[in-house]
């Protein structure tokens, strides 16, 4: 079920976290979604509900609290401070203050973020592609986490696995507006042609705020045990979920 995962103990005036990465495999989607799908349109609903209750069933949660949005590639943040009544927000960002919810981001190539200050109880998860990475959803979703009460330099981020530079093959001039934002996403193809490493770009731009980061290692291209969509074509989607773990558990 899990490709990742690390947990945060409590501490005096520090609360615990659960991160984690989703693997491809557990679950109840059939080939070409086989078998942990967590998103996408075209899977049976009825198996990507139930791979969804698994997981939120392993970070402790009914189904309904652990959160999704309906990824759009922008650089747009909502509150999550409960179940959604009615449809998931359209955003790339969540932020929330509470410990009876978990934040989910999907991905088959982009870069799912997932940020936690354990001091002052404030958790995020962001859906960072490349027009993401370039309209700067990370530091709009570092300013929102910001406004809830956290501070950078208390502030952990974990930077899921990703289509690395070497695979992600673009046009030059696609590559050129990926490094006007972020000159350390620009790289080259396994064929040295133009790439961008979206994860790289993201890192820094993370780090531009003073944040401490753990960048998970895999290549979703790469890997077997991750969606790609630059490999696959039609595919799943994994996800990164944060938790913050209720004080009385704590």
Known sequence: ?????????????????????????????????????????????????????????????????????????????????????????????????????????LSADCVPVLLADPVAGVVGAVHAGRPGMVARVVDRAVDALVEAGADPAETLAVVGPSVCGRCYEVPEGMRAEAAAVSPTSATVSWSGTPAIDVAAGVVDQLSAHGIRVTWVPGCTRESPHLYSYRRDGSTGRFAGIVRLVPEDAS
Do not use: K, Y
């Not at 989703?22 to 109840?28: L, V």
């Open 1 to 105: 079920m899990f490709f990742w995962t690390h947990d945060v103990a409590a501490a005096p005036g520090r609360r615990g976290i659960r991160f984690a990465i989703t693997s491809r495999h557990g679950g109840r989607s059939e080939p070409p979604f086989g078998t942990m799908n967590l998103g996408g349109r075209l899977d049976d609903p009825a198996a990507v509900e139930a791979n969804r209750t698994a997981v939120a069933s392993a970070f402790d949660l009914p189904r309904e609290r652990l959160l999704f949005m309906e990824q759009c590639h922008s650089a747009d943040v909502a509150r999550a401070d409960g179940p959604w009544e009615g449809a998931a927000p359209r955003v790339d960002a969540l932020v929330s203050t509470r410990g009876d919810v978990a934040l989910a981001a």
